[in-house]
């Protein structure tokens, strides 16, 4: 057993799709990066849910009601604590796309000092997946506002070189991946985050690839928005997280009208709730918020350090794994210390999606595609690339029955 692994047998035996066979074979579920499974105890907590307490939440004064809201507030403490937050400063969205859409929207109507107009910069970076590109897009569409963006080096790293004349004090919002989806690639928060505030800009961290795997303390992070989302670390698909500091949401103007939102209406004007119903329009996503509060409670009991130590670990047999396969050429970082637990790969002159099928005819699921990231493709020159991913149930055997299926799919097309 390798040093630093978590038990998965016992782990495993709350996921209860792990145990299926695909083509006649057991399932080696290698796309967490994409989706993650969900433990029963997920699964138990939407259906009691369901069965027992569903009513709408926050007006109703009837029982159910009331246990709804106690359930559906539970889950917003149970996050703000894993985030190390107030309460006030977790938002309810469908998914980190809608998080940082939210932002994107709110910055081209917000009043000075944070409106983005037509002489301001937005600042993203190459690397990232499509939802961090296309909101910040329109942005400066709408607004007339410049695009620009850290490119990336060979090896898959943030080139951080010319960073004084990427972020200027022109630059209105700086938005990046803490990790990448496709690179794995982890970028110096720190210092990326500090020069933009050193200019007066605002800072939003897209988090999908590190929430599930690692502690998140927005307090240490010192950005101003986080995003990430529940169907990633364990929770149900439909529920995504924003985090943002209390006095920017407090200035900043609604995003969606409608019920729960407003504190009082007439038909000339509109006042607001308090953060943060101020971004919650409408009937929220109870059942999923439940859901990822029992997510939550998974993790946490397992704790994020012993998970980043397994993934670590495990990232690392892997690589030492993927070099007896000839013609693989991995892309971005080649040690662990230097990536998340995603490992993005072609193989000789064989489609990924070739290399995809093959694979799950031995049982092994795995991401073919660019994956929503088109650029990075771009910019390493191929078409896409097979994507193998890690989570707190993976195993080293699955990371040998992927190997043994990359031998296959060369003796294949051999």
């Not at 407090?250 to 729960?260: I, K, M």
Request: net charge negative; with cysteine.
């Amino acid at each position: 057993m390798l040093p630093g692994l978590l038990d998965t047998d016992a782990i495993r035996k709350d996921f209860p799709i792990l145990d299926r066979e695909v083509n006649g074979r057991k399932l080696a579920f290698l796309d967490s990066a994409a989706s993650s499974q969900r433990p029963r105890q997920v699964i138990d907590a939407m259906s009691q849910y369901y069965e027992r307490h569903h009513a709408n939440v926050h007006r109703g004064v009837h029982t159910l009601a009331e246990e709804a809201t106690a359930l559906y507030e539970g889950a917003r403490d149970k996050i703000a604590a894993f985030i190390n937050a107030p309460r006030e400063e977790v938002i309810f969205t469908k998914n980190v796309s809608e998080s940082i859409n939210l932002v994107a929207n709110l910055l081209g109507t917000a009043d000075e000092p944070y409106r983005v107009g037509p002489d301001d910069e937005i600042v993203i970076t190459e690397m990232e997946h499509h939802s961090n590109i296309v909101p910040w897009q329109l942005l400066a569409q709408r607004t007339g506002a410049t695009l620009k963006w850290f490119r990336l080096d060979d090896e898959g790293h943030l080139d951080l070189s010319d960073i004084e004349s990427v972020i200027t004090d022109k630059a209105k919002i700086v938005a990046f991946s803490v990790a990448s989806n496709v690179l794995g690639t982890r970028p110096p928060l720190e210092q990326i985050i500090r020069r933009a505030h050193d200019v007066g800009a605002l800072t939003l961290l897209d988090a999908a690839q590190l929430a599930p795997h690692a502690p998140l303390d927005v307090q240490a992070l010192g950005a101003d928005f986080v995003g990430f989302t529940g169907h990633k670390m364990l929770g149900p698909t439909g529920i995504g997280i924003l985090w943002g500091r209390q006095e920017l949401l407090q200035d900043l103007p609604p995003f969606l009208g409608g019920g729960e939102m407003i504190e009082t209406v007439t038909m000339e004007q509109s006042t607001f709730a308090p953060v943060p119903y101020k971004y919650e329009a409408g009937t929220p996503p109870i059942a999923e918020a439940i859901g990822l509060g029992a997510a939550v409670d998974y993790l946490q009991s397992i704790g994020m350090e012993r998970i980043a130590e397994h993934e670590h670990a495990l990232t690392a047999y892997a690589l030492e794994r993927l070099k007896e396969v000839e013609d693989l050429r991995l892309i971005g970082p080649t040690t662990a210390e230097e990536r998340g637990a995603v490992l993005s790969f072609t193989l000789g002159d064989i489609h990924p999606h070739d290399v995809g099928q093959v694979l799950d005819e031995q049982g092994v699921a795995v991401r073919v595609g660019h994956h929503c990231a088109r650029p990075v493709c771009l910019r390493y020159g191929i078409p896409a690339t097979t994507r193998a991913s890690f989570y707190l149930y993976s195993t080293p055997a699955e990371v040998d029955a992927l190997v043994d299926g990359l031998q296959t799919v060369r003796r294949f097309f051999a």
